[in-house]
C-alpha cells in the first residue's frame, strides 16, 4: 500500500454553506430550521451544512409530488419523456467533472473511481430513455365466451418514495430518477445524511434541464426522523430502498399503513470461489478489488473469498504483492485508489470487526490499521485480509461495509459450494476457473442474483441486479425494474 496525502485542485463553488431541501421546484429550508454538518471523511473537517427534514417537509414534499403527479406530467407522452430524459443526460454530463468532485468530498471515494462513473451515468439514463414507453395499452387476446375486447393498461404508480445509502449516491438516485422519469410517477428522495450533496447538485441540474417542478423532489435529514416520515406516508404508493436489513425492517413495518409497494436491496456477504485452475493473474486482483473497491463500501463486495487449499500459500503470497501496490489516501490525489470510510461511526464499526477477527483465530495476512500521519483526522483503513478463516466466524457472516477480506479455504467444488450458500445473505458472487464445466455448475448452484465469471463487479443496467433471502427483493435495472413503476389495470369492453 502506498499513501497519497497532496492534491491540487479547484474545489466547486456548490460545496460550502448551507443547502435545503428540493420541494415543488423550489429550495426551501426545514420548517424546524434545524440543520446537520457536512463533513468531509478524508479531513473529518465540516465542508457545510444540509437541511434536517422531518415529518413536516416530508409532508409538504409529497404533497407537491402527488400535484405533479396528478398534473400536466400525468399528459407528458412517452416522446416528450424520453426527451426529458435525454436532455437531462446531456446537461449531467457536461457537469460531470463538477459532480465528481462534490461525490469525493462528501463522501470519500476518489475522483478515479467518482469520474469513472460517468460512462456508467450515460448507459443508465440512456437506458431509461429507452424505456419511456413502458406504460403502454395492450389490447390482449382472450378467452372469453362472447364479443369482448380486453385492454390491458400499464399506468405509472404515483409518487415513489427513494431512500438512499451513502456509499454511492451519484449511482444510487438513477434507481430511482430514472425509472420514475421514464414511467411518468413522482420521486420524493431522501438521501443519506453521510452523503447528501452529490444527489442536491444532481437535482439542480435535473431543474436546469427542465424537470418540471414537483416531479423530483429531495427531503435531507436522519433516517430516522425523514427516511421514516416517507416510509410511513399514506401518499407515497412505492418505496426503494437501499440500506442495511436492519433499516429495511423497520422501513417494512412502516410500509404497513397503506401497503406500499417495495423494494428493497440490502447488502451481502457474497462468495468469491477461485479454483486451483484459475488464472491467478486475472484472480488476485480481481477478487481483491472486489472486496476493496470503494473502500469495501459496495453492497455487492465478495468479502468471502474461497481458495482452493492447492493453491492457498501461493494466493496469500500474491495478495501480499497485490495490496502493497494499492494507493490509498484522500480521493482529490488522481491516482488515488481507494478513500476513507465515510464517518467515524463505520470506521469504529470496521476495526470492531478487525479486532474480532484476530480474537476469533484467523490469520491476519495483510493491513488491520487505521491510516495515521497526515491522513489520521480522516477515516481511513488499510486494505486488510485474513487468512484461514472460517466460514462460521463473525467476519465471514456479517456484512463489514469496509475494506476487510476474509480468504477462506476449501477442498473441491461440493465443500465450496456448500460454504458459499451458507450464508444468511444472497446479492452477489463470483467463479475464478478455466475449466467450463466447474463455471457453469458453480454460477448455477450459487444462492444469488447475480453471478460473475472470471470477472467482478460489472453491470449493465439494461440487465440489472437484486438480491434473495436476507438482501431482500425487486430488481434493480433492466425493464423489469421498470415494471416496478408501472401497475397493471384490466378493462373488459362488452362489444354487443
Ligand atoms: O445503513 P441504513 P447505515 C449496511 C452496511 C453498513 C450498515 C449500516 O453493512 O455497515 O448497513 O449503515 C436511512 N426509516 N449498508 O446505518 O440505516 C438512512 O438515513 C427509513 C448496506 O448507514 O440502512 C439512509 O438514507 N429510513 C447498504 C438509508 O436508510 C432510514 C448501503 C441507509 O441507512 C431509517 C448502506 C428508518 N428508520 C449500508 N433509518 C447496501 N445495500 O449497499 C435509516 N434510514
Known amino acids: 500500500m502506498t499513501v497519497r496525502e497532496t492534491f491540487d485542485i479547484a474545489l466547486p463553488a456548490f460545496v460550502g454553506g448551507a443547502k435545503k431541501h428540493l420541494i415543488g421546484g423550489q429550495w426551501v429550508d426545514s420548517q424546524s430550521g434545524e440543520r446537520i454538518e457536512v463533513i468531509n471523511p478524508a479531513t473529518g473537517e465540516a465542508i457545510g451544512q444540509i437541511a434536517r427534514g422531518t415529518v413536516a417537509d416530508v409532508d409538504s414534499a409529497v404533497a407537491a409530488a402527488r400535484r405533479a403527479f396528478e398534473g400536466e406530467w400525468s399528459r407528458w407522452t412517452p ?19 463538477e459532480l465528481a468532485v462534490i461525490e469525493t468530498l462528501d463522501m470519500g471515494a476518489p475522483l478515479l473511481r467518482t469520474r469513472g462513473l460517468k460512462e456508467w451515468t450515460s448507459q443508465v439514463l440512456q437506458f431509461y430513455a429507452s424505456q419511456t414507453n413502458a406504460a403502454t395499452i395492450e389490447s390482449a387476446p382472450n378467452s372469453l365466451p362472447g364479443n369482448f375486447m380486453t385492454l390491458k393498461h400499464r399506468a405509472p404508480v404515483g409518487v415513489v418514495g427513494g431512500i438512499i445509502p451513502w456509499n454511492g449516491p451519484l449511482i444510487g438516485q438513477w434507481w430511482i430518477f430514472g425509472p420514475a422519469l421514464a414511467t411518468g410517477c413522482t420521486a420524493v428522495v431522501k438521501p443519506a445524511e453521510d452523503a447528501s450533496l452529490s444527489i442536491l447538485r444532481t437535482a439542480e441540474l435535473m431543474l436546469e434541464a ?85 473502500s469495501g463500501q459496495v453492497c455487492v463486495a465478495g468479502t468471502r473469498i474461497f481458495v482452493q487449499r492447492a493453491i492457498q500459500d501461493e494466493f496469500v503470497e500474491r495478495m501480499k504483492a497485490f495490496t502493497s501496490t494499492i494507493r490509498v489516501g484522500n480521493g482529490l490525489a488522481p491516482d488515488t485508489q481507494l478513500g476513507p470510510l465515510i464517518s467515524q461511526r463505520q470506521l469504529d464499526r470496521v476495526m470492531h470487526y478487525i479486532d474480532l477477527g484476530g480474537q476469533e483465530g484467523a490469520r491476519l495476512s495483510g493491513g488491520g490499521k487505521r491510516l495515521g500521519g497526515k491522513l489520521a483526522s480522516g477515516f481511513f483503513v488499510e486494505p486488510t485480509f485474513f487468512d484461514d478463516v472460517s466460514n462460521d466466524m463473525t467476519i465471514a457472516r456479517e456484512e463489514i461495509f469496509g475494506p476487510v477480506a476474509s480468504i477462506i479455504p476449501f477442498d473441491d467444488i461440493e465443500d465450496a459450494l456448500r460454504l458459499a450458500n451458507d450464508t444468511a445473505y444472497g446479492l452477489a458472487g463470483g467463479v475464478w476457473t478455466q475449466n467450463l464445466s466447474t463455471a457453469h455448475k458453480a454460477s448455477r448452484a450459487i444462492k444469488a442474483g447475480t453471478v460473475w465469471v472470471n470477472c467482478y463487479g460489472v453491470l449493465d443496467p439494461a440487465i440489472g441486479f437484486g438480491g434473495t433471502r436476507m438482501s431482500g427483493y425487486g430488481w434493480k435495472g433492466s425493464r423489469e425494474h421498470v415494471e416496478g413503476f408501472l401497475s397493471p389495470k384490466a378493462v373488459y369492453i362488452n362489444l354487443d
Not at 80 to 88: D, F, G, I, P, S
Open 79 to 97: 416522446h416528450q419523456r424520453r426527451k426529458l430524459l435525454l436532455k437531462v443526460h446531456d446537461v449531467l454530463l457536461d457537469n460531470f467533472g
Open 210 to 294: 427542465g424537470v418540471p417542478e414537483g416531479v423530483i423532489n429531495v427531503v435531507t435529514g436522519y433516517g430516522r426522523e425523514a427516511g421514516q416520515a416517507l416510509a410511513e406516508h399514506g401518499d407515497v404508493d412505492r418505496i426503494a430502498f437501499t440500506g442495511s436489513y436492519q433499516t429495511a425492517q423497520s422501513v417494512i413495518r412502516a410500509s404497513a399503513g397503506n401497503i406500499k409497494r417495495l423494494q428493497l436491496e440490502l447488502g451481502g456477504k457474497s462468495p468469491d470461489i477461485v479454483f486451483a485452475d484459475a488464472d491467478l493473474d486475472k484472480a488476485v486482483p480481481g477478487a481483491a478489488m472486489g472486496v476493496y473497491t470503494n
